[in-house]
T-cell receptor, first 113, second 113 residues
Framework: DAGVTQSPTHLIKTRGQQVTLRCSPKSGHDTVSWYQQALGQGPQFIFQYYEEEERQRGNFPDRFSGHQFPNYSSELNVNALLLGDSALYLC????????????FGDGTRLSIL | AQSVTQLGSHVSVSEGALVLLRCNYSSSVPPYLFWYVQYPNQGLQLLLKYTTGATLVKGINGFEAEFKKSETSFHLTKPSAHMSDAAEYFCAVMNSGYSTLTFGKGTMLLVSP
């Protein structure tokens, strides 16, 4: 039973560029959430997708956008990258039912030069 | 809004000693609480969760946590630390609705021989 998988594992970009991160949820899960974890901090919620729509959003600018596909996989896009976007980006999947625990992937380490 | 405070960014114990990691929460509704562990260069692994019912929750790897409503606490304990327990631990509260999490800043557990 495959868990949550994310790609790529590492990425280096320069300021102003755009990036796309990918996530495949755990088998049987239909909801995908994205988190940003800056160095030395806890993860912060970016947004959540269910039925191919953004259902909830944290306090992140519109430069952060996403998508969910019919097979429940998801992408996180970040435009106009800033140095402060350097972080570990974590994808988590869960079942839509209330209060189900989230299962996390190993993340994508994004470095902005 | 819900929040989590983890007391102590670093906790050091000797192998075989008691592990106590502190977590206090703020929530306007009955909280669902979680502890996750993060090993270097990895994602988050669920240790245990409290939803309803028994206030003493047992998790994986010998960890347990007790929900104390009167103290708004959910401290994580393990009777005897092992070298393999060295990692960062995050306490999280589930936000009302569908499964998003608010995390504390994390506590790094250091285990010495």
């Amino acid at each position: 039973d495959a868990g949550v998988t994310q790609s790529p594992t590492h990425l280096i970009k320069t300021r102003g560029q755009q990036v796309t991160l990918r996530c495949s949820p755990k088998s049987g899960h239909d909801t995908v959430s994205w988190y940003q974890q800056a160095l030395g901090q806890g993860p912060q919620f970016i947004f959540q997708y269910y039925e191919e729509e953004e259902r909830q959003r944290g306090n992140f600018p519109d430069r952060f956008s996403g998508h969910q596909f019919p097979n429940y996989s998801s992408e996180l896009n970040v435009n106009a990258l800033l140095l402060g976007d350097s972080a570990l980006y974590l994808c988590a999947s869960s079942l839509r039912s209330l209060n189900q625990p989230q299962h996390f992937g190993d993340g994508t380490r994004l470095s902005i030069l | 809004a819900q929040s989590v405070t983890q007391l102590g960014s670093h906790v050091s114990v000797s192998e075989g000693a008691l592990v106590l990691l502190r977590c206090n929460y703020s929530s306007s509704v009955p909280p669902y609480l979680f502890w996750y562990v993060q090993y270097p260069n990895q994602g988050l692994q669920l240790l245990l969760k409290y939803t309803t019912g028994a206030t003493l929750v047992k998790g994986i790897n010998g960890f347990e946590a007790e929900f104390k409503k009167s103290e708004t606490s959910f401290h994580l304990t393990k009777p005897s630390a092992h070298m393999s327990d060295a990692a960062e631990y995050f306490c999280a509260v589930m936000n009302s609705g569908y499964s998003t999490l608010t995390f504390g800043k994390g506590t790094m557990l250091l285990v010495s021989p």
